[in-house]
C-alpha cells in the first residue's frame, strides 16, 4: 500500500462479520425489507438467537424493525439503515481486499 492511498480493510466491521450477522446483511441489502419469520427461516436458527444477533444489529444502528399486524397477528419487520447497507458494502469490499482478486489460470 503506497503512501496516502486508502486503507482496504478499513471497511472491515467485526459487529457484520460474525457469520449470522453477515448473512442478515446480505439477506436484507437484497430484499430490502423481509419479515422476521423469513430471516430466521432463511438462517435456519431459534427466534431468540436471531434476535440477539438483529439486537446488536440495531444498536450498531444498522437495522431497524417495523412492527404491523398481518393476517391478525403482530409481525416484524427488518431492514437495513443507510448507515447499515454502507457498512455492508465498505465490509465486503473489505473482505474482497482480503480475499484479492480472483485468477481463474490457478
Known sequence: MSAGSPDPLE????TIHAPNRLRICALLD????AE???VQGQLDVSASVLSKHVTVLMDAGYVEQRKAVR???QRVW???TR????A???HLAALRAIVGPSDPAM
Not at 437484497?30 to 425489507?33: F, Q, S, T, V, W
Not at 448507515?83 to 454502507?86: A, F, H, P, S, T
Request: overall charge positive; hydrophobic content about 25%; aromatic content about 12%.
Open 11 to 14: 471497511g472491515f466491521d467485526t
Open 30 to 33: 437484497a430484499a430490502g425489507e
Open 83 to 86: 448507515r447499515g447497507r454502507d
Open 78 to 80: 427488518l431492514r437495513l
Open 88 to 90: 455492508y458494502q465498505g
Open 71 to 73: 393476517d391478525t397477528r
Open 36 to 38: 422476521f419469520g423469513r
